[in-house]
């Protein structure tokens, strides 16, 4: 085979649809690989304390959920004439076009780089009018250029922490109702095992997608190397949709909690009390709300330990392990199947983060081991959750596991109100930084108005007082949906029957085989379409049984 002058030239060609296996070593090699050697030169000098230690693995940590709130932000449209401004100061504004470049806003345009606060500083670069430019999109510029100097990277172990504290989160709580919907040999292993392989596989398919194209950055830039800008508007589309709806299900979360720990009080009350609790986190600066993702992992933790504790010290049923309630092995009513298919698949709806955990790895050779490693401690915290909690309580289990705890009086009283607390905790360390991006999508739309920014200029209070109400309506609304709709098994099958599987199933599969389509095997294609095909249908179903 003739080679051709420019490889000997030592230039590569980058073929879009070639399936990486296919490509040769030379063209396999990306940005990343070349910031390897950053990586070892910086892996070389060890923080030697452990406070440092600690300290470099809370950084990492709240600079990946930084990230990933900030993937699929959208700054620009395709109309847009957008070039980033250079700027040494942090709080410059993030546009360079007339409509973008005024400082007069001020609240407005310090909320839109506030995820960019304590990183690099950004550079000027000029954007593709076919191209839409996310925050992320800014702040990877800018770490690119100053890597060296100031953007570290998170080390494997570090990587597997921060995956399975974005995928662990309030779903958890939901898991042995899924299993008391399903039953054992039907729906509840199955399901489990199947989601948990499924999403398994398509996150490596997203690691091949990003090894292909080192140009890309966020999972938005995926479905853009697939589909164009339009791949690009679902993503954001799915991304800020899927973020109200969590925090509907954080504020059914609050709320539910509040009732626990003071049972008897009217539901609107608790829902008052929790917009009273959560809008002001809407306001704190997003950089200080990144070092609370912590508290995910954390309750999740609590709540097996708890679980395990009251379960070995009480010896007869319900709610003990000893001596097990009644369980069936075959659901009793078939029609509510499809809604355990979602609350089972909730729990495995991370896959927007996973660009970023690339792209924040030291080495992302590592990347599939770091996978396998976070799915499997993944899926043992939720199987000891669901099966544990299905066989304590049976029958009797509730769509929170944590309401069960409490309506036991044996148990120790005291440890599971603090385990209440922990998880009531949790909406409030997240609810600002889950609706921050849903707050700079609506900013920015009115910011493009030439007839809103006319009106801002003529007085800067303006700007502070639409950023306010703004919000309080924002979290009005989501105190609302709550409201109406106050069941968290309900919000929770949503979540996990439209958004999981369309995120962390069908998308991943659709942009495979769009970008590598003519390079795959029969065999493989065939496989995909299926997968496709089952997601498709256990969505649509889910999808449906959840407003049933």
């Known amino acids: 085979m003739n080679i051709p002058s420019n490889y000997e030239r030592g230039?590569?060609?980058?073929?879009?649809?070639?399936?990486?296996s296919q490509r040769s070593p030379s063209q396999n090699t990306s940005i990343t690989d070349v910031d390897n050697t950053t990586a070892n030169t910086l892996e070389a000098h060890t923080v030697s304390s452990f406070s440092e230690r600690i300290g470099s693995?809370?950084?990492?940590?709240?600079?990946?959920?930084?990230?990933?709130?900030?993937?699929?932000?959208?700054?620009?449209?395709?109309?847009?004439?957008?070039?980033?401004?250079?700027?040494?100061?942090?709080?410059?504004?993030?546009?360079?076009?007339?409509?973008?470049?005024?400082?007069?806003?001020?609240?407005?345009?310090?909320?839109?780089?506030?995820l960019l606060i304590d990183h690099p500083p950004l550079t000027k670069i000029s954007s593709n009018q076919s191209r839409i430019s996310t925050i992320a999109d800014t702040y990877q510029d800018s770490s690119d250029r100053h890597h060296q100097q100031h953007h570290l990277k998170s080390n494997f172990v570090q990587s597997v922490f921060n995956s399975i504290n974005i995928l662990v989160g309030v779903g958890i709580l939901a898991l042995p109702l899924g299993f008391k919907v399903s039953c054992w040999l039907d729906l509840g292993m199955v399901t489990f095992g199947f989601c948990l392989g499924l999403t398994n596989y398509t996150a490596k398919l997203l690691g091949r997608c990003l090894q292909a194209y080192p140009d890309s950055f966020t999972y938005g830039d995926i479905a853009y190397n697939a589909f164009g800008n339009r791949g690009r508007f679902v993503v954001s589309a799915l991304f800020l949709t899927e973020l109200i709806t969590c925090s509907v299900a954080l504020v059914v979360l609050l709320s539910d909690g509040l009732d626990s720990l003071f049972p008897g009080r009217h539901s609107l009350l608790m829902n008052?009390?929790?917009?009273?609790?959560?809008?002001?986190?809407?306001?704190?600066?997003v950089r200080h709300l990144s070092y609370t993702s912590l508290i995910g992992i954390m309750s999740a933790v609590c709540i097996i330990m708890v679980i395990i504790?009251?379960?070995?010290?009480k010896s007869t049923s319900p709610g003990s392990l000893i001596e097990p309630a009644d369980t069936t092995w075959w659901p009793a009513k078939w029609m509510a199947l499809p809604k355990s298919t979602g609350l089972i698949m909730a729990g495995f709806c991370g896959h927007a983060c996973l660009a970023?955990?690339?792209?924040?790895?030291?080495?992302?050779?590592?990347?599939?081991?770091m996978v396998d490693w976070t799915y499997m401690i993944s899926g043992l915290i939720y199987l000891t959750v669901a099966v544990t909690g299905y066989r304590m309580f049976g029958p009797d289990t509730m769509q929170e596991i944590t309401q069960n705890l409490l309506l036991v009086p044996e148990y120790n009283q005291m440890l599971n109100r603090m385990a209440v607390w922990l998880i009531a905790l949790n909406p409030v360390a997240k609810y600002g930084l889950t609706l921050n991006p849903v707050n700079l999508s609506w900013e920015l739309a009115l910011e493009r108005q030439p007839s809103i920014e006319a009106w801002y200029k003529k007085q800067t209070w303006r700007g502070r007082a639409?950023?306010?109400l703004g919000k309080i309506l924002v979290s009005g609304l989501v105190v609302f949906l709550?409201?109406?709709?106050p069941e968290f098994d309900r919000i929770m099958s949503l979540l996990?029957?439209?958004?999981?599987?369309?995120?962390?199933?069908?998308?991943?599969?659709?942009?495979?085989?769009?970008?590598?389509?003519?390079?795959?095997?029969?065999?493989e294609k065939l496989v995909l379409w299926i997968l496709f095909f089952i997601c498709f249908a256990l969505a649509v179903v889910g999808t449906v049984w959840s407003f049933i």
């Open 11 to 20: 230039e590569t060609h980058f073929i879009p649809n070639l399936h990486p």
């Open 57 to 114: 693995f809370v950084g990492s940590c709240s600079r990946t959920s930084l990230m990933y709130m900030a993937e699929n932000v959208n700054v620009s449209s395709p109309s847009d004439k957008i070039n980033l401004v250079d700027t040494t100061d942090d709080r410059e504004s993030i546009g360079s076009s007339s409509s973008y470049k005024r400082n007069s806003i001020g609240p407005l345009h310090d909320e839109r780089t506030a």
């Open 356 to 369: 970023t955990i690339y792209r924040d790895m030291q080495h992302p050779k590592q990347y599939t081991k």
């Open 272 to 285: 008052v009390v929790s917009f009273i609790i959560l809008t002001p986190m809407l306001f704190f600066p």
């Open 482 to 485: 709550a409201y109406c709709v």
């Open 466 to 468: 639409i950023n306010i």
């Open 309 to 313: 504790a009251d379960g070995l010290t």
């Open 496 to 523: 996990g029957a439209c958004f999981s599987f369309i995120i962390s199933g069908m998308f991943p599969i659709i942009c495979y085989l769009t970008l590598f389509g003519p390079s795959l095997l029969p065999g």
